[in-house]
């Protein structure tokens, strides 16, 4: 008996076109996680500058979590060779990006804060808040949730 998780190969899609919005999401999470990445320390203080609670520990904590949920996310989305729970878990990383991302933006909006940049692509391009970005962030939970419904990796059965 291994100790260690059995690697097992994607589940079949359930349509043709999962592969096309799966990879278009990949593609965005890809974008977004090295912009954010390459101007890291300034993206943890655009975070801290929204002033959300918790202060700036929490910023520190929440722009760590943003990059790592959109980067562990892709395994799932790139149809990788990972375990069944790495699956699941990197399937559910994919719904928190958004999930996230739409807090920050409604956040943002309701706040009376005086934030120039959103931050979805880090401090590398400054995207200024508004209704868009609430937008973006359900258009990024469509894709997510989509992406979910056609390659679901609960109840298949998988070949080593």
Same mark, same amino acid.
């Given at each position: 008996?291994?100790?260690?998780?059995?690697?097992?190969?994607a589940? @079949?899609?359930?349509? !043709?076109?999962?592969?096309?919005?799966?990879?278009?999401? /990949?593609?965005?999470?890809?974008?977004?996680?090295?912009?954010?990445? =390459?101007? =890291?320390?300034?993206?943890?203080?655009?975070?801290? /500058?929204?002033?959300?609670?918790?202060?700036?520990?929490?910023?520190?904590? %929440?722009?760590?979590?943003?990059?790592?949920?959109?980067?562990?996310?892709? @395994?799932? %989305?790139?149809?990788?060779?990972? /375990?069944?729970? =790495?699956?699941?878990? !990197?399937?559910?990383?994919?719904?928190?990006?958004?999930?996230?991302?739409?807090?920050? !933006?409604?956040w943002?909006?309701?706040?009376?804060?005086? +934030?120039?940049?959103?931050?979805?692509?880090?401090?590398?391009? +400054?995207?200024?808040?508004?209704?868009?970005? +609430?937008?973006? /962030?359900l258009?990024?939970?469509?894709?997510?949730?989509?992406? !979910?419904?056609?390659?679901?990796? %609960?109840?298949?059965?998988?070949?080593?």
């Open positions: 008996m291994s100790v260690l998780p059995i690697v097992t190969k589940p @079949p899609v359930k349509t !043709s076109n999962i592969i096309t919005i799966s990879r278009l999401y /990949s593609v965005i999470l890809i974008i977004f996680a090295v912009t954010q990445l =390459f101007s =890291f320390p300034d993206f943890q203080v655009l975070i801290q /500058s929204y002033w959300l609670p918790g202060g700036t520990p929490s910023a520190y904590l %929440l722009s760590g979590v943003i990059v790592i949920a959109e980067v562990f996310a892709l @395994p799932f %989305l790139l149809r990788m060779r990972v /375990s069944n729970l =790495f699956r699941i878990v !990197s399937m559910v990383l994919g719904w928190i990006v958004p999930v996230i991302w739409l807090g920050i !933006s409604l943002l909006l309701l706040s009376v804060n005086a +934030v120039t940049n959103i931050g979805f692509l880090g401090t590398v391009f +400054v995207l200024t808040p508004g209704w868009w970005a +609430v937008f973006v /962030s258009a990024l939970a469509t894709l997510a949730a989509w992406a !979910s419904w056609g390659m679901w990796p %609960l109840g298949h059965t998988h070949k080593k």
